[in-house]
């Protein structure tokens, strides 16, 4: 009978610690179908009106989309913090990119902070290893070194242009162990005609993007970066509280250098948000472009000059 009681109590407990996992998942799952659905917001309108040849008003959509993709790594991060990875065991086949999403479709301090963590989710098989390859392909290029998988491109003026690749003959074989296409395959799509290099015949280097093409940036500060964050004054509250991070603010360098349309896209609080607003309002820039141009800048608090 005591045996019967202690088996009961056991299913019991499993059943109502499965009940509030499922009550999790189901509010873990809604919070996702949202960032999805922000992180398609503009890319896919987009992609809607690619067809119109209007620079401006891609531009406009894209500016509009990095103001939420920073909004939605606001969000992913809280639930990295509460759940780790929310992968397939957890949210499914379907949702299991989702926050994967959020962290390519972000800059390179976002993308290698969480490496490790999309490194481990693959490993696990909570997340497909071909999501894995992309990221990696994405800060490998992004620090100027070449290629694993080939998933990465740069449009020129010339045409898409390939990232370099790593040990380019066996790429394919690469891929292939992580359930992606050939990359002629894949490249097609974008109206390159792709093999795999040989050491008698290899691809003309014209198909390839190399970091030293990149012409020097049309737009900088007057007196480079550091002259923005050494006026950086750490607020009080923030010192008090040892708060410590980047803003990002996004805003726009009209033709003649100077700032408007500042806004905090994340903050951190504790008079370091109005800081950064007063420093980038008075900022001046080079603008070289003859045209208004909307950039990010992620403003470092405390800034330890280097």
Sequence with gaps: MKLYKRISLTVFILLLAGGLFAQTNKKLIAQLDSIYAADQQYRSKAMQEAGKNNPELDKSNMTKQS?????????????????????????????QSYAFMVIQHNDQPAQEKYLPLITEAANKGELRAASLAILVDRVRTGRGKKQIYG???????????????????NVDKR????GMPPLAVYLKQWNIVYKVPTADKPNPESMYYHREE?????????????????????????????????VTVQLTIDKDGNTK??????????????????????????????????????????????
């Design 67 to 95: 103001v939420i993709d920073l909004q939605n790594l606001a969000k992913v991060e809280k639930i990295f913090a509460q759940y780790g990875y929310p992968g397939k065991s957890m949210v499914g086949e379907e949702r």
């Design 151 to 169: 998933s990465q491109m740069h449009e020129t003026k010339d045409g898409v242009k390939v990232y370099p690749i790593e040990d380019e003959p």
């Design 175 to 178: 891929r292939a162990k992580i």
């Design 214 to 246: 990149r012409e020097e940036s049309p737009i900088e500060a007057v007196g480079g970066d550091e002259a923005i964050f050494s006026a950086l004054n750490y607020p009080e509250a923030a010192k008090a509280n040892n708060i410590k991070g980047t």
């Design 261 to 306: 349309d500042v806004q905090v896209v994340k903050g951190l609080g504790y008079g370091c948000d109005e800081e950064a607003l007063r420093v980038m309002k008075a900022a001046k820039y080079i603008n070289k472009t003859g045209e208004d141009s909307e950039i990010r800048m992620r403003l470092p608090f405390p800034y330890e000059k280097k």
